[in-house]
Every structure is written in structure tokens, then in C-alpha cells.
């Protein structure tokens, strides 16, 4: 094999697959890289067996063939070489020669031969959307997913088309975040669950632009293709939880509120309530709803904190409790000025919702009883 390349063009195809190669495992050609050639270009592959990402880039390809190196040594090499051409080849005892200017590496290799082949996926549905679209509608629900494997059909976000819209929940038990958008042509409905750790680095990976990604699942494998990269994962298989069915359809209070203004409130309050003296302790924060205004406040052995917002509200009075850090992540990933949040009582779920008629998401979030003071 002999090849020569553009460091920045190798580096942004090494910084998308080593997002596959597995943090632990027992097999050390997992931890490698595959490198392949074909015509004038390069194919880099990482597979942990659940997550497999394929990239290909342009490059001077003089000699075919095929390798696989240890990801971390190979990776850091390139990254500190010089900004120039790289030259790679491989030698008659199977070291990989990296070259550019006057560096020169050698590094051992494995055999290609052993490394797994990415699932070969016979694609069933599949849709198309702007890579800006999916990045944002993961960002929106990815903080929702669950870290508990003990509920492994909660570690994923649920994928549904229904009615030509996309929807995309994360669940964790303890809240849940919804988005919607339109799609642009006619799908067929499915619905599929992706694992939240194969959305993450899909989300490092794809860029904040109108062009587009095509998703496409089969019975129990999902592939994310772009211009030149393809990341194939395995789906979570159980039955997701009906969100419809326990997203509250009637409320006893709602407050209409500025989102930045809540939002700075509770940063402040939980200063208190998540305090570095008692760190084994986490208090929840209690609302206190008023005509006209909100009180939020956290009292405990390290201190109080009282803040007061002034509201448009209707309904009953009421106190809830809740966990400032619930709140605070929906909060950071809506752009709308303003927000209403709806309750029912003490011991019903909260929802935050868009003032728009036509408003693409929802999230709940489900109280802490407060102790008696």
C-alpha cells in the first residue's frame, strides 16, 4: 500500500470513525483502524460491534491494499505532524511508514483479515432530512435519554414517522423530551429505537448544514449515510413507553414566562440546592405559583435561596418540587422567548411547551414531594 494524502483532509476522517472504536475490549483489532484503498481513495473503518463508521476522502493512491492500525498511536501521530501532504505505506514486514517532511513513523499493524465486517443492512424505510435538522432535534431530546442499563429500551431515542412528521422522544422515568418536524416527501410510518450513544457521535459527526442525511432501518440495524460517511449501528430492540398516553392533556395552573428570566432564576437557585458542602445531598427546588408571579426557592442546612418572578398566570395557587437540573436542561435547548409550563397538582408531571399553536416540542417533567418544613 502507498498513498499520500492531505493531513487536513485524513484528520477530519479520523476525528469521524475513532467515534467507533470501543473505550474497552478484549479484542485489540477492534481498537484498530481499517484502512482500505481503492482507485483514489481512502476508506477508514472502526467497529465496536454495535457501532461501525465507515469514511471515505480523496487521496494519491500510487500502491492498493489494505491495513489495520492501532487507532490511538496512529490518530495522535497524524494530528501532530506537520500541515503538509502525508505519505503512508506499508513494507515487506508489515509496518505502516508514515512520512511528511522530515518525520518519519513506523508503527505495527494487524491483519486486515480479522477485522468484522460492518453489517451488510437491507434497508426496509428509510428518509431523507438537512444534517441541521436531525443535529438539532437530537440535541433537543438526547439529554432525556436514560443511563440506567437496567432499562435498556430507555437508553435510546425513539424514532417515529407517523403522518409524514418525525418525532424523536428520550425517556429517562424521570422526564421526557419530544420534538417534531415536517418532512419534506411522503414516508411510509415506522417507528424504531436508536441507542443514545450511537446518536451522540452521529451528532459530533454530522455538521450544522442544509445538506442532507438519509436514514434508513431495517429489522434490527440502522445506517446514517452522508456524501462520503456511514455509520451503521444496531437498533434497541423491547417496546418503547406510549409518551402519548402519559403526556397530560388537562392542567390546573399555567404560567406564561420569559424562558432566559426562569432560566437565570434557577441557575442562581441552584447554587443552593446542588451546594459543594453537602455533596451527597441533592435538594430539590421548590416553585410556589401566585397570582401573577412565581417564586422559586431551596432551603437547606447550607443556606437559603429566594427568587421571585413576576408572570402571567391562570388557574389554581400551587406548590411543587422539582429538580432545578430537569428544568435547566429543557430550558437551555429552547430558542423561544417565551414558554408556558402547565400542572396539574403537587404530584402531577409539569409540562414545558410552546407558546405556538403550532409548537414542535414538549417536555415533561415529573415533581419531587418536599419535605415538611
Known sequence: MKII??????IKGINSVIRGVPTRTTLPILEGILIQTNKNEIKLTTYDLELGIEYILEANVEEEGSIVVNSIMFSEIIRKLPNSDIKITVNNQNLLIIECEGSVYKLSTMNPEEFPELPK???EKS????QKTLKEMIRKTIFAVSQEE???IFTGCLFEVVDNKINVVGIDGSRMGWVNTNLSKKIDNFKVVI????LNEVNKIITDSYENIMIGVSKNQAVFEMENCKIVTRLLEGEFLNYRQVIPNQYETKIRINKNILQESLE????ISSSLVEKEKKYPVKISIEIGKITISCKNQTGDAKEEIYVETEGKNLEIGVNPKYFLDALKVIEDEEIFIEFGNSISPCIIKSTEIEGNYIYMILPIRMREE
Do not use: F, W
Open 121 to 123: 443492512i437491507n434497508i
Open 195 to 198: 441507542p443514545g450513544k450511537t
Open 5 to 10: 494524502c492531505e493531513k487536513e483532509k485524513l
Open 268 to 271: 442562581r437557585v441552584s447554587l
Open 150 to 152: 437496567n432499562r435498556p
Open 127 to 130: 428518509l431523507k432530512t438537512e
